[in-house]
T-cell receptor, first 110, second 114 residues
Framework: DAKTTQPNSMESNEEEPVHLPCNHS???????IHWYRQLPSQGPEYVIH???SNVNNRMASLAIAEDRKSSTLILHRATLRDAAVYYC???????????FGTGTLLAVQP | EPEVTQTPSHQVTQMGQEVILRCVPI?????FYWYRQILGQKVEFLVS????????KSEIFDDQFSVERPDGSNFTLKIRSTKLEDSAMYFC????????????FGPGTRLTVT
């Protein structure tokens, strides 16, 4: 089962932090948690990924629960350009394919 | 920063015609993918390609579809006889490794079948 569960939509104000949650209760021990986003009229864009430890990069931070059944993508200061659909995916095992759900549509208000 | 490029950005074709969508993956990447997104729907995996072979394909990727890496830089998706339901955005992606490595997507080709 490659499904993850995310809220359909969230809103944020510009320059405020945003926490995007994801549940992946059926994750296996070898699955990584990947986050991608899709800006309007563009292809998906890699954001961040992790296995067990929290991760930081120039775009975002990823906080992974100790039991790995959930994770949170953190945008530290949302900008208007961060308005996009954010996808949380389990990735690993015997497959190379990314399985996208419907994601979370993030709206950023000025 | 290296990026995946795709041409054309928009292709209009008549039902039954053949189309070839082109992609130039990032130069040191070894794994290549095609995905599609019908308007308003999810991004769907079509096929993955490594070492000049298809490594995985979805149910969507039937005999009407084929992929090729004709030279060291291009990666193509051919649809032999297009149908109305093939109208979608087609995204090419590439990655340096498999499974845990991130995939980098191109901007897409919008295919419109009339």
């Amino acid at each position: 089962d490659a499904k993850t569960t995310q809220p359909n939509s969230m809103e944020s104000n510009e320059e405020e932090p945003v926490h995007l949650p994801c549940n992946h209760s059926t994750i296996s021990g070898t699955d990584y948690i990947h986050w991608y986003r899709q800006l309007p009229s563009q292809g998906p864009e890699y954001v961040i990924h992790g296995l067990t430890s929290n991760v930081n990069n120039r775009m975002a931070s990823l906080a992974i629960a100790e039991d790995r059944k959930s994770s949170t993508l953190i945008l530290h200061r949302a900008t208007l350009r961060d308005a996009a659909v954010y996808y949380c995916l389990k990735y690993g095992g015997a497959t190379n394919k990314l399985i996208f759900g419907t994601g979370t549509l993030l709206a950023v208000q000025p | 920063e290296p990026e995946v490029t795709q041409t054309p950005s928009h292709q209009v074709t008549q039902m039954g015609q053949e189309v070839i969508l082109r992609c130039v993956p990032i130069s040191n990447h070894l794994y290549f993918y095609w995905y599609r997104q019908i308007l308003g729907q999810k991004v769907e995996f079509l096929v993955s390609f490594y070492n000049n072979e298809i490594s995985e394909k979805s149910e969507i990727f039937d005999d009407q579809f084929s992929v090729e890496r004709p030279d060291g830089s291009n990666f193509t998706l051919k649809i032999r006889s297009t149908k109305l339901e093939d109208s979608a955005m087609y995204f090419c992606a590439s990655s340096v490794g498999q499974r845990t490595y991130e995939q980098y997507f191109g901007p897409g080709t919008r295919l419109t079948v009339t």
